[in-house]
């Protein structure tokens, strides 16, 4: 057993004995995807900005099979460290096709958080969507290996997934975030750790109160559909890199973890509303999807099995 993974066996202990904070699985809606019905395609006037966080040259092809899942034109900005990867990522993307490409090379430090609310800060302004993307890659623990895939799958694994989370989008203009349910194998994880005191700091400057036995719920994996202007207090706090400690394997209990708990906060500060999403086949326990056959569906989904934080 490597350093690494021995710091996870004593952090898995610590989860497990932390006070639960997210409802119990069986009361965790999430909306079924793709939706029932064939909403209308939808095009470029929207506005997309895909942010991808590629530390893992070696994912690019993985990444670039996905995003072929999105059926109208976006613009693509990748982030990495070093400039052979970048190296890597420009073959790849040489003959992209798909609309304009913007590739930087940021520090390996503050993991994908970072490049995304700091590196990128300059993005959100000029789309009014955005899909937050990296590399995730968890060596860490044997049964987290197939997170990734799942996470992907679950919010681009296909066209129809693609067209039903923009109606979603269009259908409920005050609908900010759009995630993924949790990896079952994750569940113990999803409350504070020891991020509460380092949260509850950043969320007050955003004008948020936390508090320790309230519920919780976030992208676990920080990946995740956002329109721009719910994620706009966060993006205006004007975080550096400096703000984010340097890299030495963290499991927890860093800025970047605290930024992945306090985004549905964030979308309710800013006055929107979030959902979770799953895709049946993906999940051992669906009595708490919801499939979803209208718009009408969909208003009763957020109105009756959708939850706030900050209230």
Known sequence: MNYRQASFKRLFTRFRRAPPTIRPIELDFSAAIPFDYHPAAHTSALGLAVICHI?????????GRYLQNIPFPFDLFISTD??????????FFANWMKGSIDIRLVKNQG??????????????SSYEYV???HSKRSDHAGF??????????????STDIVNSIFAAFSHCPRLGIIASQHFEPIRPFINWGANFEISSKLANRMGITLRLNHALDFPSGSMFWARSAALKPLVELNLTFDDFPSECGQLDGTLAHAVERLSYFVCERAGFRWIKVSHPKLFNQT?????????SSLDRFLAEKTPTLIA
């Open 144 to 157: 987290l290996a197939n997170w990734r895939g799942f996470l992907l799958n679950n919010l681009i694994g």
């Open 82 to 91: 070093t400039e052979s990867k970048e190296a890597v990522i420009r073959r």
């Open 131 to 133: 899909l937050h993307l």
């Open 55 to 63: 530390f893992y040259a070696d994912m690019v092809a993985e990444f």
């Open 111 to 124: 993991r994908d958080i970072a490049p995304k609310f700091v590196s990128f800060r300059d993005v959100y």
């Open 287 to 295: 009595g708490a999807i919801v499939r979803i056959e209208g718009p």
